[in-house]
């Protein structure tokens, strides 16, 4: 499906439980290099102009292929409205946000302010944010991976340099700064799968948030690349499905697929793991036509 169901949508966290917070008992506190601090309350917050986007979000961690990503449709307060609140002094290059269980995220204060849907996000897909994914307020900026933007349980925003504080997966040798990578995906046939002869439709879907998907091309066993068709663009921050007709013959066959995005960049054929900044090559499947 287009939009990921909240129940299906991917989770990755450090937290041992899932934190409890009374929305009467949730605060959000902006300081650190800022011309005044700020403290809101949830009906503070919700108070403030809010926006809903159709955005794709998707984490380092995942291979080429996998499953950590997925599409939703997002209410909440824009990033920098909050932020204007506090006025983030000059030279203050890095936002951390911290979550109610301790976890640090560095986000790219220039990021937060060029424009982009940048929001602390209250609503997924028509329902309040579900306790998995960071009720009562998460933060979300399209483009970037989440371990650099998608703070879940939110309590607080810090402005600071990146030189001054390192965040907790950059401690751990990820990179300070991560845009997500052009990447594409086989969703059928599944891998191994056993296909009926003749006329096969292949899909999946292709990403590259805040650069917008241009182009998706399928090859059959290392043959000539042929384009795929792609859904109508919902945004630039979303990912686009895409279908191509294949006509099976019998044996065994490699499935591949690369997207382009619309910076006119294509998927890299080489294989890298997502450690420090984000997995790169062309996913492909092997089926066999019975």
């Known amino acids: 499906p287009f939009f990921t169901p909240n129940a299906d ?25 800022v011309d005044r601090e700020v403290t809101l309350t949830l009906d503070e917050l919700l108070e403030l102009p809010t926006i809903e986007r159709d955005i794709t979000l998707s984490c380092v961690s995942n291979q080429v292929g996998g499953p950590y990503v997925g599409n939703a449709r997002w209410i909440g307060i824009p990033l920098a409205t909050v932020l204007e609140l506090a006025g983030p002094q000059e030279g203050a290059d890095q936002i951390v946000s911290r979550s109610i269980d301790g976890m640090t995220i560095g986000t790219p204060t220039a990021v937060a302010l060029d424009g982009r849907d940048a929001m602390l996000a209250v609503g997924m897909n028509g329902e309040p944010l579900p306790a998995v994914n960071g009720y009562p307020v998460r933060m979300i900026v399209p483009g970037l991976y989440g371990y650099v933007s998608a703070t879940k349980w ?22 300070q700064e991560a845009p997500v990578k052009t990447m594409s995906r086989i969703d ?24 917008g998907i241009d182009g998706v091309e399928v090859r059959i066993d290392e043959g000539d690349w042929k384009a795929a068709r792609l859904s109508t663009l919902d945004s630039i921050d979303t990912w686009r499905q895409w279908t191509f007709d294949w006509t099976a013959t019998a044996g065994r066959h490699r ?13 890299p054929e080489d294989r890298t793991e997502p450690f420090p900044n984000g997995a790169t090559g062309w996913h492909a499947v092997v089926v066999t036509v019975a």
Request: charged share 20%.
């Open 255 to 267: 499935l591949e697929v690369r997207a382009t995005d619309a910076d006119g960049a294509t998927q």
């Open 188 to 211: 059928a046939p599944k891998p191994l799968a056993t296909v009926p002869a003749g006329n096969v439709t292949v899909g999946g879907v292709a990403w590259a948030q805040h650069r």
């Open 154 to 175: 939110l309590v607080e925003l810090e402005l600071t340099t990146f030189s001054a504080y390192d965040p907790y997966w950059v401690e751990r040798g990820w990179a």
């Open 9 to 33: 949508f991917y989770r990755v966290d450090t937290a041992l439980q899932v934190p409890v917070i009374a929305a009467a008992d949730w605060r959000l506190r902006i300081h650190g290099m």
